[in-house]
């Protein structure tokens, strides 16, 4: 039962739904296994713009972990029959689901910290 009151946790189930679809998805493209364990962390160059500021930050961060994003790159690899689009797609959508799976959601504009899922680093 506390599963079912447990927002946080059913949350969590759910990304990693997600991310275990990510890999299913992975798994349909032409590419060795190991490419899916060199590319995972690739999004994270998306934190990049924290260099400039947390505005920039923000913005860059959450192109690279948006879903509809990983998603619209994924169809649009499917519609020109591009293998390495649908790869970005795949990627962009499991890093995604895996950085959720740890807390770490879209940014918010004033800090790093500040996400959907709540402030990281808290419980």
């Known amino acids: ?3 079912l009151t447990n927002i946080k946790l059913q949350l969590k189930i759910e990304e ?3 991310f ?3 890999i299913f998805a992975f798994n349909q493209l032409t590419y060795a296994w190991w ?3 060199v590319l995972i962390l690739l999004p994270d160059v998306g934190a990049l713009g924290y260099y400039v500021n947390t505005k920039v930050g923000a913005i860059s961060y959450n192109i690279f972990h948006n879903k509809a994003v990983a998603i619209l790159v994924y169809f ?3 519609y020109f029959e591009s293998e390495p689009l649908k790869l970005t797609g795949v990627i962009l959508f499991s890093h995604a689901s895996m950085d959720r799976i740890f807390g770490y959601g879209l940014k918010f504009p004033d ?3 500040n996400t959907h899922l709540g402030s990281i680093g808290k419980d």
Do not use: Q, R, T, V
């Open 1 to 3: 039962m506390k599963l």
């Open 16 to 18: 990693l739904a997600m």
């Open 76 to 78: 649009i690899g499917m």
């Open 20 to 22: 275990a679809l990510g």
């Open 35 to 37: 490419w899916f364990l």
């Open 111 to 113: 800090s790093f910290k």
